[in-house]
């Protein structure tokens, strides 16, 4: 197995259980750090599964372009977590970091849908 993809449904699961919490600075703080983790490992879950099928990318944008070319993800929304995601190493800005933690909720199905695609896909 994938083992980007191995990690990738649980720490989708922590993601969520984080932002079922009441919100608070740490809260925030937490999820935003797991939200950057489960980031990671799907965009090189993307990449890995990819590679096997014969299309190299090498950075998360062309992995995403790739992965929404194979039907795997919804080109949007994607684009708008990988926008999330750059804005998260400016998280020192608490506003920044409040409005990024605001749509973690609307990022994690799209999350969670990818990791059931590429499941299925193996």
Known sequence: MNAPLESLGSAIERLGE???L????VVRDAAIQRFEFCFELAWKAMQKRLREEGVDCASPRSCLQAAYRQGWIEEKPWIEMLADRNLTSHTYDQQLAEQVFQRLSQ???QLRALDESLRREE
């Open 18 to 20: 984080v932002l079922e």
């Open 22 to 25: 009441p919100s608070s600075d």
């Open 107 to 109: 990022h994690l199905p």
